[in-house]
């Protein structure tokens, strides 16, 4: 069974940090390349952030570019996304996701994890 388990959300003021972790078990980890999406109240789930399996060559939406970096412990089975310099527009449920085909059947969540950037 396939299990996506975000934390680390929480309060911030603009401009400080957040660490998001996702804690993935009941599938091949090292095989499948990680995602974090955000959806913030009224607005469509975006993309965030995606890493491929070995770490490598990770892409970002233009909005987080140079705030943000996505990485990934294969031995961990984590995947987590360092937020720095934050803006109220950041405001959003942040979501893990794994997408092992192209199937909707084959794509998974997490429950996500609620990050808050307020004075």
């Known amino acids: 069974q396939v299990q996506l388990v975000e934390s680390g959300g929480g309060l911030v003021q603009p401009g400080g940090s957040l660490k998001l972790s996702c804690a993935a078990s009941?599938?091949?980890?090292?095989?499948?390349?990680m995602k974090w999406y955000r959806q913030a109240p009224g607005k469509e789930r975006e993309s965030v952030a995606v890493?491929?399996?070995?770490?490598?060559?990770?892409h970002y939406a233009n909005s987080v570019k140079g705030r943000f970096t996505i990485s990934r412990d294969n031995t961990k089975k984590t995947v987590t996304l360092q937020m720095n310099s934050l803006k109220p527009e950041d405001t959003a449920v942040y979501y893990c996701?794994?997408?092992?085909?192209?199937?909707?059947?084959?794509?998974?969540w997490g429950q996500g994890t609620q990050v808050t950037v307020s004075s």
């Open positions: 996701n794994v997408a092992m085909s192209a199937w909707p059947r084959d794509v998974y």
């Open positions: 890493i491929s399996t070995d770490g490598g060559s990770p």
């Open positions: 009941g599938f091949t980890f090292s095989s499948y390349a």
